[in-house]
């Protein structure tokens, strides 16, 4: 597995989630309880940007901003719709202060 350096990890306080640019698309970086998940940025029911929905860290989900779709932030499966389709998940992982992430989507290759 290929990692590639995204971001500090002092960008993203504990309870937060953040976008950033990849190879592999926009990717989502939630920081729950010194845990790192990461995801596709794009709500698979009309695109928009999770990063800017509401994460809940208790539950471990993310509400998209635009028709309050949720997803598990660990499996990336949509828990309540309307989206119907699981987002891209990716391995996240600290490394000396900084946040990396895997370039392909986690169970394809
Ligand atoms: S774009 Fe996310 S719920 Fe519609």
Partial sequence: MEFIRI?????????EVRAYDTPSGRVAIAHIEHRLFAFGDECTHSGCSLAEGK????KAT?????????????TG????????DPLPVFVAREEG?????TTEPAGEG
């Fill in 97 to 101: 202060g900084w946040i990396e992430v």
């Fill in 55 to 58: 994460l809940d860290d208790r």
């Fill in 62 to 74: 993310v509400e998209c901003p635009c028709h309050a779709s949720v997803f598990d932030v660990e």
């Fill in 77 to 84: 499966e949509p828990v309540e719709g309307p989206a119907a």
């Fill in 7 to 15: 971001a500090a990890l002092a960008e993203i306080p504990e309870g």
